[in-house]
C-alpha cells in the first residue's frame, strides 16, 4: 500500500468517475447547517483542496445569501468546475447564471420532476407540458453556458420509458451531463442499475453525455445505489461530505471514494481526489455545520479505524490486513497523539495544524496559538485532538457578535443552580451583565445568556463529547435552537463543560446574527 498523498495509479486502463460535491447546495439544505458566506467559501477551499471535480455551490434564486456564497465561490475558487442550481424557470436560470459566471469554469444545472406524483400533486403538468419545459430550460441555460447538466428530480420513481424521453429532449436541447436522481432515497441497487443501464441502451445520444446519479439515503442505500449506477456506466457521482443532506442525507463522499479505491477489481473507476485530506475536510464540515458524525461512521468516523476485541488486537498487530482494508493514514485520520508542550513557539504551532490536514491564515494562527496557551495553562498533556478543536473552533468569534467575558454558577443537590455571567458585544466595551436560576448550572447559564442578550433561545438539542482521553480532556458542546421553527447549532469548547456551553450558546447566538435572520422584534420573540 502506498502513502501520502494517495492518488489511484489504475488510470490506464480504466475510466475517470467524475466527484460532484453538492455539500455547499444539497447538503446544506439539512437541517441545522446552514452556512454563512465565509464558512461556505472555507468549505469550498477545502474541497478545491480535496480534488473534487465539480463543487455544487448552491441554488442562487433561493435567497440573496446563497447568490452572494456562489458568486464569491465563483470568483476565489480556481480548479473545480463551479455549478449552480436552478430550476427550468427563466428567472432562475437568468439568476444562477448572473452569480455563476466570473468563474473560469461554470456549469448550469438545471431540474425538473418527472415521476406521476410530482407531476400531478406538485407540477400540476401533464407529460408534454414536461418536455416542453425541460427542452426551453435547457436551451435557455445552453445559450448562456457549455457546460450544462439536466436533472429529471425524482427519476427512480418515474415511468423508465417516459423518463428515457425526457432525457433524449435535454440532451437534444444541449445538455452535456445527465443526471438521474434517486430523489426519495427508494430505489434499491438492482433496480438502480436496470434503469441507469436503460437509459444507456434506450436514449439516443446517451454516449454523447456525462451520465450522472444523485442518491439520497433515506433508505440507507445511496452509496450501493451510486456505485450500482457506475457498474451500469455512470460516470458522475453526485455525493456530499459525511452524507449530509436533506432527510437521511445524500450519498456520501468519502464512502464512495474510499470504495472505488479499495474495490478497483469490481468498479472499472479511477477518481481524483487525495484522499489524505478526507478526513481532515469531514472535520471542517462537523465544524462549520456543528452536526458530529456517528462514531461507526464509515471512513471518517472515530471508531472507523479503532479495533476493540483483544483477538482483532492480535491480528492487527501480527499483520494489519487481518481486520484493516484502508489504512488510517489514507483517509488523513491519525490516532491521538501526544503533542506540543507548553513552550512549543508558532512555527511549531503552525507546522503540527498542517501536519494535520488544516490550513491557517496568520490571523487565524495567532488566534489558535493565543488558545493553546490557555490551554496548556490549563491542561497538561495536549493531543492531536486538542489542536484540530482550537484549529476547527469558532476562529472568527471574536470578530463580530457576542463574547463571554465572565462565568460565575452556583449548583448543588440542595441548592437552586443559579449563573451570572459577562458578556460583552466585540465592537463595544460595555459590559452586560446578568443572572438566572435555571434546572442545574447549564440551564440557568443559557437563560443569563438569553436574558442579557434579549433572545428568546429554546434550546433543542445539547450535545457533550470530550475531545480526547483524560481527567482534564476538553469538551466540546454542541447545542440546537429553534428559532422560526428553524434548527440552528453553535460549537463551544473547553476544559470547563459549563464554560463550553455558555461558548456554545453564545455561538449560535453569534451565527444568527450573522446570517442577518434577527430583527430586534424577532430577537425577542423567537421567530424572524
Ligand atoms: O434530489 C434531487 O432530486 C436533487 C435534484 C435537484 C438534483 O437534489
Ligand atoms: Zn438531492
New binding site residues.
Partial sequence: MSSAPVRDESRRTTQKLIIFD?TL??GEQSPGCSMNVAEKLQVARALARLGVDVIEAGFPIASPGDFESVRQIATDIDGPVICV?ARCIPEDIDRAWEAVRPSARPRL?V?LATSAIHRQAKLHMGKHEIVRHARAGVAQARELCDDVEF?P???ARTEPDFLAEVVETAIAAGATTI?I???VGYATPDEFRTLIAHLRRSVRGMERVVLSV?C?NDLGLAVANSLAAVQAGARQI?CTINGIG?RAGNCALEEVVMAVRTRRDRLPVWVDVDTTRLYPTSRLVCAITGSHVQRNKAVVGENAFAHEAGIHQHGVLQNRATYEIMRAEDVGFRHSALVLGKHSGRHALRAHIERLGFEVTDAQLDLVAARFKELADRKKEIYDADIEALVLGNNDAAASGWRLCSLHTVAGTQAIATATIEIAECDADTVVREAACGDGPIDAVFKAIARATGLALQVRDYKVRSVTIGEDAQSEVIVEIAFDSEPYRGRGISTDTVEASALAILDVVNRLLRLNVLTPEAALSGTS
Fill in positions: 453538492t447546495r444539497d442550481l444545472h431540474f436533472s428530480e425524482d427519476a443526471n436522481p434517486d430523489t444523485h439520497h453526485e436533506e
